[in-house]
């Protein structure tokens, strides 16, 4: 069965400004992610995926092309819209977790809940489902500098998929924990796209972790390479 | 409520540098406030007149005394309610360095046009009926012990001699802001004593203290007093109690301008210290904020953050600064003895002290936020590990 797809990319290109020199990173790209997708970005440092990531998780703005997620042109969101669409549409995990120190786990994963509608109540509900999911239940009371690297990044994931977000972008989240903490954090990627059905778009270096994912694409000097399916 | 606990949370993250910055605006609250009341001090004695009263004085120099006789020229002119006379004794109790102000009074005509100096019947009485008898004001008392019925030596310095006084009745001040630090005695006293001593110092007055009925007539009266002694021997210069009092002050009013720049850069330089901790602060929570943006927190939330915790520590350090500003001053106020009339913490210090308190909190969090708000989601990010 073919699902829609969740994300549309057209001739997308971006580049830096270095002091006078402009530097290409992204050139002409173009490629679609369906709903329920786990596509893994892979290349060498500088090639362009974590600015790929950032772009479609709208913390970055493209010089040419659209980018359509859930049919949303993301581009053509002035900044308090692409917050409001972010808080909305998109879970974030990172590479050294990004937890606010001074907030508990539950706090921390209650943070996006903040910018919704839900009463106090239906928030702890939520953050309560989320953590026991993580197997952090025992843990929701403790700051990140009482938890283990694997366990922070469990919150964050946590955190990253409390509001039911449209896609859920990791970037190198295996990249700061050892491998039996990063093999755990994989899993717990795989199960919330397997049996939750996230569209999960993780961006890696690591080949072992990029073997979690359905989908491998390759970035170097800014330009995509073929699908690569592994399932 | 959540952002609350977030402000707080983080103004405590780093104990020492909140616990410095703190102590910093203490400080600097507490030096400011207690600049500020002896600046007050300083004016406390303009600032406890009364509209009603007018002081007229030689026309060339307080030094130069007015005639006794000019008395019931005055209370006849149109407006005048009650006359009284003083004058100015300076003599020296013990040592030179117990200054306190002294005056010879016409007593019951003075107290009548000084309704704020609160005595007790009796010992108002007491005070009348003895040719030597001095009232004191409470300030006073408390500063050299004294009560009722003690016998204060003073050697003369205007008018040669050893005096001697006995303490009939202790006054208090109707407000805050009444002198309870004076010494009176009665002028008959001091003017026989002349008559036999030095006849022709006799019979003369410092200034006089004019009661009016209308307080708005003061300008048409004090014309009137001076007009009545044009071209004698000793003209006349009629002011409101107030513009007399502050004719005092403007004689040190250079340093009173230096006092005032200096509370004012104490709180500029507090400025700068709270406004580097947040900017350090700031710089080192770049990730965080980013974090918070990319989760669709709006600039708007940030401010509020930075904004908050800045304010917090400005308005504890503020708080304890003032609370501090009281025994401080205090205790200032009783080593300073009887050189400051009246030397108290107004309301008005207080809320100058907390606007400085907040404006401090809320300068410190202009530039903080101003980044902050202009971070870049993917530069922020970058700033972590």
């Not at chain 2, 020229?73 to 200054?99: C, E, L, Q, T």
């Not at chain 2, 630090?181 to 009665?186: L, N, R």
């Not at chain 2, 502050?246 to 400025?271: G, H, N, W």
């Not at chain 2, 207080?350 to 300068?363: R, Y």
Request: hydrophobic letters at 45%.
């Amino acid at each position: 069965m073919n699902l829609p797809n969740i994300v549309e990319i057209k001739n997308l290109s971006k580049s830096y400004r270095r002091g006078e020199q402009i530097v290409p990173v992204l050139n002409d790209i173009s490629f679609d992610i369906p709903e329920g997708e786990f596509l893994a970005l892979m290349g060498p440092s500088g090639s362009g995926k974590s600015t790929l990531l950032n772009l479609i998780a709208g913390i970055d703005k493209p010089d040419r092309g659209e980018i359509r997620i859930g049919g949303v042109d993301i581009t053509a969101l002035s900044e308090s819209q692409l917050a409001d669409w972010r808080a909305a549409n998109v879970g974030f995990v990172f590479q050294f977790y990004n937890l606010i120190p001074v907030l508990t786990a539950f706090e921390n994963v209650e943070l996006p809940l903040l910018l919704t509608r839900l009463s106090g109540k239906q928030r702890k509900q939520h953050v309560e489902t989320a953590l026991s999911m993580m197997g952090l239940s025992e843990r929701m009371h403790h700051y990140p500098s009482e938890l283990s690297g694997g366990e922070q990044q469990r919150v964050a994931i946590a955190r990253a998929v409390v509001s039911d977000p449209t896609i859920l972008v990791a970037d190198e989240p295996t990249g700061d924990l050892d491998r039996v903490a990063a093999d755990d954090i994989l899993n717990l990627l795989g199960r919330l796209n397997r049996e939750l059905g996230k569209t999960i778009i993780l961006v890696t270096h690591d080949s072992h972790a990029a073997q979690s994912a359905r989908i491998i694409r390759h970035l170097d000097k800014g330009v995509l390479d073929a699908n690569k399916v592994l399932t | 409520m959540y952002l609350l606990k977030l402000v707080f949370r983080n103004a405590l993250r780093h104990k020492l540098r909140t616990g410095l910055t703190l102590l910093g605006i203490v400080v600097a609250i507490l030096a400011f406030g207690l600049l500020r009341t002896v600046v007050n001090a300083w004016y406390a004695g303009a600032e406890s007149t009364s509209a009603a009263r007018l002081i007229t004085r030689n026309a060339i120099s307080l030094v130069f005394q007015l005639p006794l006789t000019y008395q019931e020229r005055i209370r006849k002119i149109p407006g005048v309610a009650g006359v009284s006379h003083a004058n100015w004794f300076g003599g020296v109790y013990i040592s030179a360095k117990n200054f306190f102000p002294q005056f010879a009074i016409e007593a019951p005509t003075y107290l009548d046009l000084y309704p704020e100096y609160i005595l007790p019947e009796e010992e108002k009485k007491a005070f009348l009926l003895d040719r030597k008898g001095a009232i004191i004001g409470k300030k006073l008392a408390d500063q050299f012990g004294w009560k009722v019925g003690d016998v204060v030596p003073l050697r003369g310095t205007i008018f040669p001699g050893n005096w001697s006084f006995t303490i009939r009745g202790i006054y208090h001040g109707a407000e805050q802001k009444t002198d309870t630090s004076q010494f009176f005695f009665h002028w008959y006293y001091l003017n026989e004593t002349l008559k036999r001593t030095i006849p022709r110092r006799a019979n003369y007055v410092g200034v006089y203290i004019v009661g009016i009925t209308h307080p708005e007539h003061a300008a048409e009266v004090s014309q009137e007093i001076d007009n009545t002694f044009k071209n004698s021997l000793a003209e006349t210069l009629t002011e409101t109690e107030k513009a007399f009092q502050l004719s005092f002050v403007e004689m040190t009013e250079a340093i009173l301008v230096a006092i005032q720049i200096v509370s004012f850069v104490i709180i500029v330089i507090i400025m700068a210290v709270m406004a580097n901790t947040m900017a350090m602060t700031a710089r080192e929570r770049a990730a965080e904020y980013a974090t918070l943006k990319a989760l669709g927190f709006a600039p708007p939330f940030l401010a509020k953050l930075i904004f908050g915790e800045s304010l917090a520590i400005a308005v504890l350090g503020g708080a304890v600064g003032i609370a501090c500003t009281f025994p401080v001053a205090n205790a200032f106020g009783n080593a300073m003895g009887a050189l400051f009339k009246v030397f108290y913490v107004s309301w008005q210090t207080v809320a100058t002290q907390l606007a400085a308190a907040l404006l401090v909190g809320a300068i410190a969090a202009i530039l903080p936020t101003w980044r902050a708000s202009r971070v870049k989601i993917a530069d922020g990010l970058r700033n972590i590990g």
